[in-house]
């Protein structure tokens, strides 16, 4: 969730340069599994409320049955963002849950196929909630999280208590992040560098038979590991190091089990 966060935030600038793609995730679980609260202080840069307990709503936050053109306006608008629908549910009236449906539908092809109308699209998605992809298609086109009992388990609620009683955590730490990212791309061969790791990682993921698409949203998730390792790496002492370089190989054997899941 929070790769999809700092992903987000330089989404234009590597979109152009091909070298990532945006990414759907769809976070799915039983009521209070922790979906909504993950998306909000980990998935989300703008807008951050100070206390858990402040209802101050971020911009890129969205129902599910609001009109499908306005969803496409703040596709568009929602440059180097994430869009949020939080709590999809299964809607039992049959027009209500067609129009759901086609909202979703239309925000994960739009998302994924980086285009709507027209217009590129610089943002990704996460979707919180009951949704069910309409069809095969779809269902290629985003990353599928299960959420079980998250918050039941007492590491895992101390660690989200610590970013909801202070929401700039992530926020201070995305903001240095990119002011490190725009130095580095003042590096004549630091693009290059990136181009090279691209090529080895789709090469890797092709070479584990996933489709074409799988293997692009793969190589972006581990492309946004290997920018955050170099991050950490050149801001903090030796001794932390090992840990980085761990973190970042458990968060890329994560991507392929749930890749290989949905």
């Known amino acids: 969730i929070f ?14 340069n091909g070298l990532l793609v945006p990414v759907v995730l769809w976070i799915a679980g039983e009521p209070g599994a922790g979906k909504t609260q993950l998306a909000m202080y980990l998935g989300t840069f703008y807008n951050k409320p100070k206390k858990r307990n402040d209802r101050q709503a971020t911009m890129n936050r969205l129902r599910a049955n609001l009109s499908t ?3 496409l306006e703040r596709l568009r608008n929602l440059r180097d963002n994430i869009l949020l629908f939080d709590d999809v549910k299964a809607e ?22 980086q285009n709507s109308e027209g217009e590129s699209i610089y943002c990704n998605a996460i979707i919180t909630g009951e949704y069910v ?8 086109r985003l990353i599928l999280l299960p959420l079980k009992n998250f ?26 992040f990119i002011q490190w990212l725009c130095q580095k791309l003042n590096e004549e061969e630091y693009m290059v560098t990136l181009k ?5 990682l789709m090469k890797k993921y ?18 946004e590991l290997h920018l955050l390792k170099n991050f950490c790496t050149s801001n903090t ?11 970042a190989e458990k968060g890329e054997s994560h991507f392929l089990e749930l890749v290989k899941d949905t």
């Not at 790769?3 to 152009?16: A, D, E, P, Q, T």
């Not at 039992?92 to 196929?113: A, E, G, Y």
């Not at 090992?242 to 973190?247: A, D, G, I, N, S």
């Open 237 to 247: 002492d030796s001794s932390f190091h090992e840990k980085v370089h761990m973190l």
């Open 3 to 16: 790769i999809m966060n700092s992903l987000s935030c330089s989404l234009s600038v590597f979109s152009k």
């Open 133 to 140: 992809p309409s069809g095969e298609s779809t269902l290629q």
């Open 69 to 71: 053109k306005l969803v």
């Open 151 to 176: 918050q039941e388990t007492p590491k895992n609620l101390k660690t989200l208590t610590a970013f909801q009683e202070d929401g700039y955590l992530v926020t201070d730490f995305v903001i240095l």
């Open 206 to 223: 092709m070479g584990q038979c996933f489709s074409a698409r799988n293997s692009e949203m793969l190589t972006t998730l581990s492309m």
């Open 92 to 113: 039992k009236s049959t027009s209500l849950k067609d129009h759901t449906n086609t909202n979703m539908d239309t925000t994960v092809r739009s998302v994924s196929d």
């Open 196 to 200: 090279k790791e691209k090529e080895r």
